[in-house]
């Protein structure tokens, strides 16, 4: 079974610093792995996926984030925060291959940008 | 292209009423999904479907309802409303194939009062 564990609810940073959202995953296959983000009172959005090419995966809005099979993580980064920065983040999984492609959120964490 | 749309977007129903959430995508999309959100829980997800006149239940179906007739519509369905079913909705799609992810709607707020 596939499963996402998103390692921190809340996440605070200042602006111009860098930030980091854990997300470690368990997938009995090769997995596909997202990042979606969503902004208050928005439908949510993909920033990034891995889909088994590079293990560093580069997203919008400066976002990145790197697989590392031997630590089964998919932690997101990026240099700098950004006030518009500030919303839920979602870290999702997918087993290719299964007949019904649904895909498996974590619980969400919360950055908040501080000035 | 307008992609996945829900309607309405907020919605307050009294307990033992009757809605349906309509979802509509544009994209030709085989697979469609209902999720729930609600706070600290992430999304879970409600139905699916993998094609018009295909349908199956996810995670938590009790007291919902689906039908596929379309490609292009997924309408979901409450029929006797309750507190419980107080979330927001969103429905999604995608082509088919893990790697794709999927396009959201922007989600229907409902409260049953």
């Known amino acids: 079974a596939q499963s996402v564990t998103q390692l921190d609810s809340h996440v605070s940073v200042s602006e111009g610093t860098p930030v980091l959202l854990r997300c470690n995953y368990s997938s009995s296959y090769s997995p596909s792995l997202f990042w979606y983000v969503q902004h208050p009172n928005k439908g949510l959005q993909l920033l990034l996926k891995y889909t088994s090419a590079a293990t560093l995966v580069k997203g919008i809005n400066g976002f990145e984030a790197e697989f590392k099979k031997s630590e089964t993580s998919f932690h997101l980064t990026k240099p700098s925060a950004h006030m518009s920065d500030a919303a839920e983040y979602f870290c999702?999984?997918?087993?290719?291959?299964?007949?019904?492609?649904?895909?498996?959120f974590g619980t969400g964490t919360l950055l908040a940008v501080q000035p | 292209n307008a992609g996945v749309t829900q309607t309405p977007k907020f919605r307050i129903l009294k307990i033992g009423q009757s809605m349906t959430l309509q979802c509509t995508q544009d994209m030709n999309h085989n697979y469609m999904y209902w999720y729930r959100q609600d706070p600290g829980m992430g999304l879970k997800l409600i139905y699916y479907s993998v094609g018009a006149g295909i349908t199956d239940k996810g995670e938590v179906p009790n007291g919902y309802n689906v039908s596929r007739s379309t490609t292009e519509d997924f309408p979901l369905r409450l029929e006797l409303a309750a507190p419980s079913q107080t979330s927001v909705y969103f429905c999604?799609?995608?082509?088919?194939?893990?790697?794709?992810?999927?396009?959201f709607g922007s989600g229907t707020r409902l409260t049953v009062v």
């Open positions: 999702v999984v997918s087993a290719p291959g299964g007949a019904t492609n649904k895909l498996i």
């Open positions: 999604a799609s995608t082509p088919g194939g893990g790697h794709y992810g999927y396009t």
